[in-house]
């Protein structure tokens, strides 16, 4: 065990604040990283302030699981890994690694629970009762979690990918985006705007849509072929039967309908925002009519996230931040809540 440098919320109302937090030393498999870059999710806003009743805070809680780093040591059973190399932590530590889902590389999804997130899972080291994310000098993981960087992309973009990237790109793998397909990204930030370079690339025709006119023309920028602002019902209307695949990336309850008519026979609308309170239940004859479908995607598999950040080094995508020194998460918190980034806040973990 090893003690390190960590930004933690204590409690749900104080701010995060400087402290240390205790390591499990790298095992025979385990990679250890020096995080220099780390981005700043809605997810961990909501667990520092436990806002997600079916997943309450252990504090201390340290957040962040948009993780980039250098590899500092590597066990002598690890393989992929050497230290100075870029490597990079998304949502996950662990999971059982036995099961269907997780022999499928499908860890997200483990069959026995067995999912380790990377901060506040209970702590499997015993050493700490919950696991600690990327708000912190340094971190160890087993290396089947530990995810390869291109030194092509830049690593403080790069950071986003570990969640919001692969959350949205998830989906539109697996629901089938691409050319001749009509798919659209509902709502423009961290998440969405990942879906609306992910969607463009992949070939599909993108519809951004956004309760906000300001954000028309930076959806176009990103790559969206229309700009749908989701409030005006006549726009709306315009569009209704021709999407095969609507990724709502909303994480505030709202009114799912007005998105579901949109849908074609047999379109599915996937919701990957995680709000604090659910959803009004959409009409069931929404549903039943066109045979439409209503689902749900979380984050994706190793394997997926490697592939999507070979793509993205390929394809020179990334995220678009404004990386902070880390005492400022705080007030990046409370912009968050008022939309006020384009679209990522990253931690410089130097600066803790
Ligand atoms: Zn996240
Ligand atoms: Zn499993």
């Given at each position: 065990m090893f003690t390190t440098r960590a930004f933690a919320a204590t409690d749900p109302t104080s701010p995060l604040a400087a402290t240390s937090i205790p390591r499990r030393d790298a095992g025979p498999d385990d990679v250890e990283l020096e995080?220099?870059?780390?981005?700043?999710?809605?997810?961990?806003?909501?667990?520092?302030?436990?806002?997600?009743?079916?997943?309450?805070?252990?504090?201390?809680?340290?957040?962040?699981?948009?993780?980039?780093?250098?590899?500092?040591?590597?066990?002598?059973?690890?393989?992929?890994?050497?230290?100075?190399?870029?490597?990079?932590?998304?949502?996950?530590?662990?999971?059982?690694?036995?099961?269907?889902?997780?022999?499928?590389?499908?860890?997200?999804?483990?069959?026995?629970?067995?999912?380790?997130?990377?901060?506040?899972?209970?702590?499997?080291?015993?050493?700490?009762?919950?696991?600690?994310?990327?708000?912190?000098?340094?971190?160890?993981?087993?290396?089947?979690?530990?995810?390869?960087?291109?030194?092509?992309?830049?690593?403080?973009?790069?950071?986003?990918?570990?969640?919001?990237?692969?959350?949205?790109?998830?989906?539109?793998?697996?629901?089938?985006?691409?050319?001749?397909?009509k798919v659209g990204?509902?709502?423009?930030?961290?998440?969405?705007h990942m879906g609306?370079?992910?969607?463009?690339?992949?070939?599909?025709?993108?519809?951004?849509?956004?309760?906000?006119?300001?954000?028309?023309?930076?959806?176009?920028?990103?790559?969206?072929?229309?700009?749908?602002?989701?409030?005006?019902?006549?726009?709306?209307?315009?569009?209704?039967?021709?999407f095969d695949l609507i990724v709502n990336t909303v994480a505030a309850s709202h009114n799912l309908d007005p998105f579901i008519g949109l849908l074609k026979r047999d379109g599915a609308m996937v919701l990957v925002g995680a709000p604090e309170h659910p959803h009004p239940s959409p009409t069931v004859f929404g549903l039943l009519l066109a045979r439409r479908s209503l689902s749900g995607s979380g984050i994706g598999g190793i394997a997926e996230t490697q592939e999507m950040l070979d793509y993205c080094a390929e394809r020179n995508i990334v995220s678009d931040i404004e990386l902070i020194p880390v005492p400022k998460v705080n007030e990046a918190y409370e912009r968050m809540l008022k939309g006020d980034v384009k679209y990522r806040f990253v931690l410089d973990m130097k600066t803790l």
């Open positions: 995080i220099l870059f780390c981005g700043v999710c809605h997810s961990d806003l909501h667990t520092a302030r436990n806002e997600w009743a079916a997943w309450p805070t252990i504090y201390p809680c340290v957040p962040g699981h948009e993780i980039v780093g250098r590899v500092v040591k590597a066990g002598p059973k690890v393989t992929n890994f050497k230290p100075g190399d870029l490597a990079a932590v998304g949502c996950m530590v662990g999971s059982c690694r036995t099961c269907p889902s997780c022999k499928e590389g499908l860890e997200q999804y483990c069959d026995t629970n067995g999912t380790v997130f990377t901060y506040n899972s209970p702590g499997p080291d015993a050493i700490a009762p919950a696991t600690y994310g990327g708000y912190s000098d340094r971190i160890v993981v087993n290396e089947h979690f530990v995810l390869r960087v291109s030194p092509k992309l830049d690593p403080a973009a790069t950071a986003p990918l570990l969640c919001a990237g692969i959350t949205v790109y998830s989906p539109l793998k697996h629901w089938g985006a691409g050319r001749g397909k990204i509902v709502g423009l930030g961290g998440l969405g609306v370079k992910f969607a463009h690339a992949f070939g599909a025709h993108t519809v951004l849509f956004t309760t906000s006119t300001s954000k028309i023309e930076d959806g176009r920028r990103l790559g969206a072929d229309e700009v749908v602002v989701s409030r005006n019902a006549d726009e709306m209307t315009k569009h209704a039967r021709s």
